[in-house]
């Protein structure tokens, strides 16, 4: 759903099936925007946050997450230390998508 709502406001989505693979992605490309599910097979999404703010840390990390609330205290404390940018509970809407987009793509 992510991918198509990226696709409708314009933007081309790079998708990984796993940490390692999205680690992988990171580590060879200079991307604006990644989002971050918060529960992922093989590394938490705040772990594998942490380990993009070090490889790129220009880079806008939203973690998204179904599991989680914007007013979680590991959410606001990753926010505090800005292993994140945002977060967008599921279901997002596309506004919202759109809206981290834009925050994101100004830096």
Not at 25 to 49: E, K, N, Q, T, Y
Not at 60 to 65: D, G, N, T, V
């Amino acid at each position: 759903m992510l991918e198509a709502a990226l696709s409708r406001i314009g933007w081309t989505a790079v998708t990984a099936n796993s940490a390692q693979e999205a680690l992988g992605l990171v580590s060879g490309d200079a991307f604006p925007i990644a989002f971050v599910d918060a529960r992922l097979p093989d590394m938490d999404g705040f772990r594998l946050s942490a380990r993009f703010r070090i490889i790129r840390p220009g880079m806008s990390i939203i973690l998204i997450s179904g599991y989680f609330l914007g007013d979680d205290v590991d959410i606001l404390d990753a926010m505090r230390a800005s292993t994140i940018d945002g977060f967008l509970a599921k279901p997002f809407q596309i506004e919202a998508i759109a809206a981290a987009v834009d925050k994101g793509a100004k830096g």
